[in-house]
């Protein structure tokens, strides 16, 4: 029916066109060669305005071309017998029409060879060679009288006429065959109307072999397959390059943007998988990492390495999640998670992680923080973290000497602006527009330090998310100047939660025995769970596959079932659906734990397979301990630890000698000016006087080894004051 509709007013306009004829002759012509020299026209406007998107030249040949025909067209058309503009010759305009047929014949062959992307053309240089062919053609048919007669008065048309229409409608069948052999370079809809527009071409050149009279039938014909055949290249080159620009224009941009998308698949697919295989390892290194560092047996030095241990699996586990925060980002699958937390808190957490590193390194930091900030605040306590820890990380990385700052404003309009500045290498002006690049280093220094280069990407784009802008000044060799202004929402009514996050270690449960079953093909990941959950109280069972899972569930009947997505003989998914769907198995709950970036929105999640919980690997003991009680409905007992603690201090402090007052003193005037290598050198020096400063030189190196020097100061001072009791 559409067809019909779009058909009906086409054929009215060639009727009307039909009976315009009856009544003109030269009307109709004015008309039927307008509508070609306006396609001709159209199409150079269109692809020399749209060149810089092309990844071939095919279509800018063919338009510089139609120019110059359209030309020598309209000159035919201004100088066809009765138009009385050109009064010296009446058949000026056979002789235009064999000359413009023969330019679009032979540009169209050649055109051909533009096809091929590696072939560019030189549009300035084209335009001027047609230029002098048609100046050249025009000035032998109007000025020298040298082109050859093409119609003679009461004869009809010449030999020269004739032949040079057969041998264009050889050069337009050619044409064709050279199509059909290119057809997979063309879109199947494009080339079918190129295809037609030579063939109506052709027939209406041997339409003009026929006629003796200009105003005669086969001359009507002869312009009506013009018309056709000029409506298939606007069908194919004009209406399709503007309603759908990709099918001819840009139809290179197109097939890169498949490409671009097969290949940011296939990137998304990689680092999917290559994030799982690195955090199932990580898994098992931090969790076993977070249940000995809850051992109350531990020495000082095995606290140490352990902390170092856990430290360096979390930066693994930060660069890991680097380039995936940038895949999330770019597909489009990161979201904003608002929450309450205490700003001040925040902002003092993230400066003292600065400090240690400004320390190291020997600069100088500062932090502002507005009075008028608010206390407790309801946003993305995570991202907002990453941003700061990016931006102030780069600044120590780039800053050899002078001062951090790190400055937070209260706006007006619930906005807050946050600043960092810097004294470091700066950027040079032409590469600040670069810095936001993924994977760009900018200069030597750059990039002989570690790191993915991804940090200012990420902050830009979360930034972004945000609905703010990272801004950025910068002067070579004087420092940097980042800030960004966003909205965060304050909240009075705020839950203190820093009891909870201080409990003692967990050792049991209040109630009844809970059996819980851990499932998952990585025998690390259930290690690990088994070690955790067995040590307080519940019984734990094990399985390696969706398969096993389910064999076990009708035997044990578990309360809680751990279960990982990705497994061997059948998937955790596949498992928690045929759980959902067995009237004995139904009830149990179920909790989702996968290492995979790529696992599906959990809500999408929760509605398809009806679990009731979902945590990510690398786990965290405490939100593994959070979610049992959430869903099993349980009392942790916790350690009484306090009066130990304060026992094991008092025991540590009768223990522990410390060197002679001079030593201190030492020790204490190299903590303050930061000189660690002399302070270190002191401490083995000390070692050496006496075997009993033991204690008290692991005690200080421990702390070192972590950068605590404020409890080293006051360590110090503590024995200090012994001496000063002692004396007096």
Known sequence: MKYHIETLPKIFLLILLYLTSL???LLFHNLSELFSIIIAFAIYMIAFNSKKYMGNSYLIFIAIAYLFVGIIDLLHTLSYKGMQIFKDYDYYA??????????????????????????????????????IVSSILIASIFYFKVFPVCFIDGIGLTPFKKISEYIICLILTLNLIILCKNKKKFDEEVFYYLYW????????????????DN?????????????????????????????????????????????????????????????HELRTPLNAVLG??????????????????????????????????????????????????????????????????????????????????????????????????????????NAVKFTEKGCIKFKVTALENKKIRFQIEDTGIGIPEQNLKDIFSPFVQIGEKARKIEGTGLGLTISQRLVRLMDSELN?????????????????????????????????????????????????????????????????????????????????????????????????????????????????????????????????????????????????KPIEIQNVFDTIQNHLNISWIYEEKQEKNIQKNEEHQL?????????????????????????????????????????FTDKINGLLKTFQIKQVQKLIEKYMG????KNE
């Open 472 to 616: 950025v000044k910068s002067t070579f060799g004087i420092g940097s100047l980042f800030w960004f202004d966003i909205e965060i929402e304050k909240t009075e009514n705020y839950l203190n939660q820093e009891a909870a996050k201080n409990r003692n270690n967990i050792i049991g449960f209040k109630g009844e025995k809970k059996i819980i079953l851990v499932v998952d093909d990585i025998q690390e990941n259930r290690m690990l769970l088994i070690d955790l959950l067995s040590k307080v109280g519940f019984d734990v069972y094990e399985a390696s596959n969706g398969k096993e899972c389910l064999e076990k569930a009708h035997i044990i009947n578990p309360d809680l079932i751990f279960m990982d997505i990705v497994m061997p003989v059948m998937s955790g998914l596949e498992a928690i659906e045929q759980i959902r769907d067995s009237s004995e198995l139904k009830s149990i709950k179920v909790i989702v734990s996968s290492a995979s970036p790529s696992t599906p929105n959990k809500e999408e999640l929760f509605t398809t397979y009806k679990f009731d919980d979902f945590i990510f």
């Open 655 to 695: 223990i522990i000698v410390p060197p002679p007052k001079p030593e201190l003193d030492l020790i204490y005037k190299l903590s303050k000016i930061g000189d660690l290598i002399e302070l270190k050198k002191e401490l083995e020096r000390i070692e050496k006087m006496d075997n009993k400063y033991l204690l």
């Open 197 to 212: 527009s030579i063939i109506f071409t052709i027939i209406s050149e041997l339409a003009f072999t026929f006629y003796i």
């Open 288 to 393: 076993y990492a977070q249940i000995l560092k809850k051992d109350s047996n531990l020495t000082e030095s095995q606290i140490n390495h352990i902390d170092i241990i856990d430290k360096s699996g979390k930066h693994l586990l930060n660069l890991i999640n680097e380039v995936l925060d940038l895949a999330k980002i770019e597909a489009r699958k990161i979201d904003i998670n608002k929450e309450t937390f205490i700003f001040i808190d925040f902002l003092n957490t993230i400066s003292d992680m600065i400090k240690i590193k400004t320390f190291q390194k020997g600069i100088e930091f500062y932090s502002e923080f507005d009075e008028n900030l608010p206390y407790a605040v309801i946003f993305d306590e995570k991202r907002l973290g990453q941003i700061l820890i990016n931006l102030l990380g």
């Open 722 to 725: 012994t001496y000063v009791n």
């Open 215 to 275: 105003y005669g039938f086969s001359n009507l014909i002869g312009h009506y397959f013009k018309i056709f055949a000029f409506y298939c290249i606007y069908k194919a080159i004009i209406q399709t390059s503007l309603v759908r620009p990709y099918d001819i224009i840009f139809r290179e941009l197109k097939e890169a943007k498949e490409s671009a998308e097969i290949a940011n698949k296939a990137k998304s697919d990689f680092l999917s998988n290559m994030s």
């Open 23 to 25: 009544y003109s002759y």
């Open 94 to 131: 056979n002789q235009l029409w064999i000359a413009a047929r023969y330019m679009e014949s032979i540009s169209l062959l050649f055109a051909y060879l533009y096809l091929d992307d590696r072939k560019k053309v030189n549009t300035y240089l084209v335009s001027f060679i047609y230029f």
